[in-house]
């Protein structure tokens, strides 16, 4: 094993350095060094490469031995300070002196082995191809039992990170210990650009192949692609060398390639970020839920909608998906594509996984399906998912099913699912019973309608003004004003100030019946309550008075109640007034004349 490492030495021996130590001075006589092993301490004579004491042979007047167990070197110096042997005291068969020439760099053996040292001197003489150095540190690598891990990533670290530096200089010509744990590290706690991390892992996995594995490469990913400063050119090559390594031996696994479909997420690259996706095949990968739910979330940002469906229908199956937070993203993100009926079936298929969607996004699917005409049913369907502590904070679903319902004049789904409401919870508020007293209102069912403000007040709800102006409403389109005016004076007993809404219903529907009479009382009335009508009152009222009743006189009365209280009359109903002005004064000339 001696002889494997003493040749690594020498072959690192070869490699001119920078600056020789000026103190020393060739020895004529020296014997050759056994390496230590690569788990010494890196201070003093531990490792002669990283330091600036290359050479195996050395010139100082120190004399060196190793323990009894052949591990732990120690020193010795010569008291006359002159001498020009240094000497290990090794077995004999482990020692084999070499000498000098005068004044010379060559080195001839002068004891030993003669043909072994020769030819090891040989090789390293012609050792400058860093690949032969390369080799001799693989050589050595296997045959250490073991490495000083957070050394080694230590040492690793500081050549990395170590600004300005041409790294692959420094680790052609420097000796490391490579493992796929040393790697695994250095790649963990590296703190350097990702421009230096990939060529650094090609140039390591190219010379040591069983650092290359699954572990490493993801390692290698998750450093990337967690970095801050993280660039597109970065990003993409990466993705390069991944491409390259690939097909090997399964090095890309399927964490890895999602967190490059993260990556390309976060960097708003789509396509690319689909390009890895479709590689899954070719790799021996399988997707799983999370490379769906990023694939889907990449697209989504550059809004391509069809393109993210396509990939969805795939997960659905495929029947893989993500945990419940991911599934809820993918369902929001459908129902804000205008997908309701996707979405729909996305959580369809996360209830028949048991995969149970926060509560938040059930109300938002539920939105999203009651405001679609074909889709009310469906949401009226997943009110049977709220159970429970759910049950108690979902009045804004069960309302919006209820106002959906309405609409499309489901008018018994609608005061069904009040009901239940009413019985099982949640407890509807005014919004929702209003939402069916208007439906049932504008169809007739003014029975219906009246029902219900007894159950609102059973619940203890007071049917506000907007809910008694419905039912006016609903009574007078029928021509049924009495009924009206009855909703009219219950709702000022229960309110003392009503809105002018209010009032304009009765007004209208007075002169619908050319009732005008009760229809200037409810005027009146109006300004009584201290309710200032509005242009649109007077313009309606006059239209009605001139073209039904052909009454100019109470016309250019409200037109002059107008004036007082700063109102103008649009120029068509003033030529109104005097159109029937002039025809009724044409009609008494022809009657004079026909008298006459």
């Known amino acids: 094993m001696w002889r494997s490492k003493t040749r690594a030495f020498l072959l690192r021996s070869s490699i001119p350095r920078l600056s020789p130590i000026p103190s020393q001075v060739p020895s004529k006589t020296l014997t050759l060094v056994p390496p230590p092993p690569p788990h010494a301490s890196r201070r003093g004579f531990s490792n002669p490469t990283r330091f600036h004491n290359p050479k195996f042979f050395s010139s100082t007047n120190e004399s060196f031995s190793l323990d009894d167990d052949g591990k732990n070197p120690s020193s010795t110096v010569d008291d006359s300070g002159a001498g020009e042997t240094q000497n290990l005291n090794l077995d004999e068969s482990h020692a084999s002196p070499v000498t000098f020439e005068d004044g010379g760099e060559n080195p001839s053996p002068v004891s030993g082995d003669p043909d072994n040292l020769s030819s090891l001197w040989e090789e390293s003489v012609n050792a400058d191809d860093p690949e032969k150095i390369f080799a001799a540190e693989k050589e050595v690598k296997g045959a250490a039992d073991e490495i ?31 493992n796929e744990e040393v790697l695994s590290k250095v790649l963990n706690t590296t703190v350097c650009s990702s421009e230096k991390l990939v060529p650094f892992f090609r140039l390591v996995s190219s010379t040591y192949e069983s650092v290359k594995t699954p572990r490493t490469v993801g390692d290698l990913v ?11 050119k970065e990003a993409y090559m990466l993705w390069d060398f991944i491409k390259e390594i690939g097909s090997e031996k399964g090095l890309a696994n399927t964490d890895t390639l999602n967190k490059l479909i993260s990556m390309f997420c976060n960097l708003g690259k789509a396509k690319a970020g689909l390009e890895v996706f479709d590689k899954f095949d070719e790799f021996g990968c ?12 990449a697209l989504g940002k550059r809004s391509m909608i069809d ?37 729909h079936l996305v959580y369809l298929m996360a209830m028949e996984k048991k995969i149970s969607v926060p509560r938040s996004v059930l109300d938002f699917l539920v939105g999203a399906l009651s405001r679609n005409d074909e889709t009310i049913h469906a949401a009226l369907e997943l009110l049977e998912d709220y159970q429970g502590e759910a049950l108690k904070y979902a009045n804004n679903s069960f309302g919006s099913v209820v106002h959906g319902l ?12 009040l009901l239940r409401m009413v019985n099982l919870g949640p407890a509807p508020g005014n919004a929702v019973f209003n939402y069916v007293i208007t439906a049932f209102s504008k169809e007739g ?8 403000i007894k159950v609102m007040e059973s619940r203890g709800l007071r049917a506000d003004v907007y809910t ?25 007993k229960r309110h003392p100030k009503l809105s002018p809404v209010t009032y304009h219903i009765l007004i209208r529907g007075y ?5 005008f009479q009760k229809a200037l009382e409810c005027l009146k009335e109006m300004k009584e309550d201290e309710l200032q009508p509005n242009t649109n009152e007077y313009n309606n009222l006059i239209q009605s008075l001139c073209l039904k009743a052909m009454d100019w006189r109470t016309s250019e009365k409200l037109l002059e109640e107008m004036k007082e209280s700063g109102l103008y009359l649009k120029g068509i109903t003033r030529s109104l007034i005097a159109a029937v002005k002039e025809i009724e004064e044409e009609e008494i000339h022809s009657i004079d004349r026909v008298e006459a």
Not at 222 to 232: D, R
Not at 511 to 515: H, N, R, S, T, V
């Open 148 to 178: 000083n891990v957070d050394e080694e990533v230590e040492s690793i670290r500081e050549t990395l990170e170590c600004p300005g530096t041409d790294f692959e200089r420094s680790f052609t010509k420097l000796w490391f210990n490579f």
């Open 222 to 232: 998750s450093a990337v692609s967690n970095s801050a400063e993280l660039t597109k």
């Open 286 to 297: 399988s997707p799983d839920g999370d490379t769906y739910c990023f694939t889907i979330e």
């Open 307 to 343: 393109a993210a469906w396509a990939i969805c229908e795939k997960m659905l199956n495929s029947g893989c998906l993500p945990d419940s937070e991911k599934t809820g993203k993918i369902i929001s993100f459908f129902c804000k594509g205008k997908k309701v009926k996707e979405a």
């Open 406 to 417: 309405c609409r499309i004049k489901d008018l018994k789904e609608a005061k069904k699912l």
């Open 445 to 452: 069912e003014m029975e219906d309608a009246k029902s219900l």
């Open 468 to 492: 008694y102006s419905v039912i006016m409403s609903g009574f007078a389109k029928g021509g049924l004003m009495d009924e009206a005016y009855e909703i009219f004076r219950e709702a000022k």
């Open 511 to 515: 002169c619908k019946l050319e009732e």
